[in-house]
């Protein structure tokens, strides 16, 4: 398939994209890398909606497309499929799994193929998890679900969008090779915001910068292009700027030790153990890493800590010097919390303004119920600005596109200053320059002791320096599931 995009500007309600002239040739995939702005997703949309029922509104001329030949996977998507099925499926208070919401279905519905099902279950690693419910997956398993219902319309063109966010290792790895073996026999658009996320196969990069198509250039061009370090230094000043902002603003409350401590914890559904025999203590100023595989129990450890997992009271906990179950209500717990996750992000569907985003943060709601304070608007307002976003202060935030999303959501957890700041896969979505920032920041905040961290990413690369030990989970060969292996300075 021949594209040719010329003149063209589209927008949407928070970010704008131009392209004066891209031709992509019969037969040739691109790597695509921006370094601000979600253009992933428009080009995806844009490659994806017929001529006449195209949500985002446009000038200019996309000529060769084909919306029937084209397939789309993003986060956005992901996170839409998501919440449709949400939407129209409330077994899960039922106690079973709808059969119209198993992984095996949500990918069939795109062939009505048994055989073409299963094959893409068995490439993708997914056989073990077909009659899973799509909504209880993991972010990383839910992007290669959604790569499997790509790849199901057999549609001749793809266009991943961040295909391995939220990927593990191993997964990453092999899918890697995968799309090296697709490329041989389909065209692919690769958007990524992490150099090293570029497909080593792609021959041909396209960069953009700030929503505007800026140049092309070889793989070999690529490697050498001054960019990263020109972002690099940028986001290190603005990280300088973000830490100040958080130091006028400290009030963090403090507690004895230990902070939250978890006595032989277990988690398990009727035919299912996620994780057994954990036993882990987080003390003042000690910061924590947690690692491991997709579907290892990651962030369901994280939900007995902030208390939105349904056995967090069948475990036994302490907690800011509370005993779980003793009490104390929910919110005595969250107003020490500060929460970013794939779940949180999910389970923010209500459309209120993007500074009530942040302020919602003071009140651990999602959404803002009640009237702030002068002071609590003031505080959001320089997020804002701090986050280039104040001129998006009133947009609603289902507008916005994924990555700004994510970014208020950061804010929001941190604005409290909260005791313990649970970050789960924080840079999901952000691009270069918005994760650099975010990273560069909490390694600030780690260092000076502003809160205490409680960190998740699947990166080397998102390593903070200044955490030094980790709970790591890892097939138990002993017994079903998971157990956990903690490590650092002063664990023995």
Known sequence: MEIRFAQLQCSSSSVTMKIDDWLIESQQSWGVFSTEGDVGEMLGQLLTQPDDDKALVYSGQIT????????????????????????????????????KS???????????????????????????????????????????????????????FL??????????????????????QLSRTLQMLVVVSREEDMPQWIEHVALFSQGKFDSVMSKEQWVNHPVIHQLTAQSGQQSEELLALIRRHRHSAKFADPVFELHNGRVAYSDKVIFSGVNWRIDNGVHWQVKGPNGCGKSTLLGLIFGDHPQCYSNDIDIFGKKRGSGETIWEIKQHIGMVSSALH????????????IVSGFYDSIGLYQKPTQQQVAIATEWLAMLHMGHLAKTAFKQLEYGQQRLLLIARAIVKQPTLLILDEPYQGLDYLGRRLIKNSLELIAKEQLTQLLYVSHYQQDSLDSIE????????????????????PTIK
């Open 64 to 99: 060769g497309a084909d919306p029937s030949q084209v397939a789309f996977v993003s986060l956005q998507q992901q996170q839409q499929l998501l919440e449709n099925i949400l939407a129209q499926d409330d077994s899960e208070s039922l106690g079973y799994t709808d059969p």
């Open 102 to 156: 198993t992984v095996f279905r949500v990918i069939f519905d795109q062939c009505h193929d048994n055989n073409l099902t299963h094959q893409l279950l068995q490439q993708l690693d997914l056989t073990h998890l077909s009659q899973s419910s799509f909504s209880q997956l993991s972010t990383g398993e839910g992007r290669r679900v959604m790569l499997a219902r790509a790849l199901a319309t057999q549609a001749p």
């Open 159 to 180: 266009v991943l969008d961040e295909p391995y966010a939220g990927l593990d290792v191993e997964h990453r790895s092999t899918l890697t090779m995968y799309l090296e």
């Open 346 to 357: 999910m389970q923010y569907r209500v459309n209120c303004s993007a500074i009530d985003v």
């Open 469 to 488: 030990h980790f709970i790591e989970f890892v097939v138990d060969d002993a017994h079903q599931g998971y157990r956990a292996v903690v490590s650092g």
